[in-house]
């Protein structure tokens, strides 16, 4: 699975951005998708995931109620709406994709398989 991230950006606090990735266009009804961020000096940090067949969604608590996972079974993509943006929320974003029941360690990027290349998003104050 080849996955491709775009939407990144910069935009002043309380903005708004969409994050997309695209996959290599295989069926992705048994795949968990999720979305990591990364800033400078620190680890990667899970954001969201979607599990595609149940559509069944997940947070970090930072972002919910600002963050949306969504994906789009016709075009093959998944986003990331991103609402009420912060300077905290600046990061390369990433997303990710499983085949495995990895229901229990959803936002651990060792649970997720295959990577896109990250897009970057900057918050200024």
């Known amino acids: 699975v080849q996955l491709q991230a775009s939407g990144g950006g910069a935009v002043q606090a309380g903005g708004s951005l969409r994050l997309s990735c695209t996959t290599s266009?295989?069926?992705?009804?048994?795949?968990?998708m999720g979305w990591f961020r990364q800033a400078p000096g620190k680890e990667r940090e899970f954001v969201a995931a979607?599990?595609?067949?149940?559509?069944?969604?997940y947070y970090v608590d930072s972002v919910k109620g600002r963050f949306t996972i969504s994906r789009d079974n016709t075009k093959k993509t998944v986003q990331l709406q991103m609402n009420s943006l912060k300077p905290g929320d600046t990061a390369v974003y990433y997303c990710?994709?499983?085949?495995?029941?990895?229901?229990?360690?959803?936002?651990?990027?060792?649970?997720?398989?295959?990577w896109g290349q990250g897009t970057q998003v900057t918050v200024s104050s």
């Open positions: 266009g295989r069926t992705l009804s048994g795949y968990t």
């Open positions: 990710a994709a499983s085949l495995r029941s990895i229901l229990s360690t959803i936002s651990l990027p060792t649970s997720y398989d295959y």
């Open positions: 979607v599990r595609w067949r149940a559509g069944s969604t």
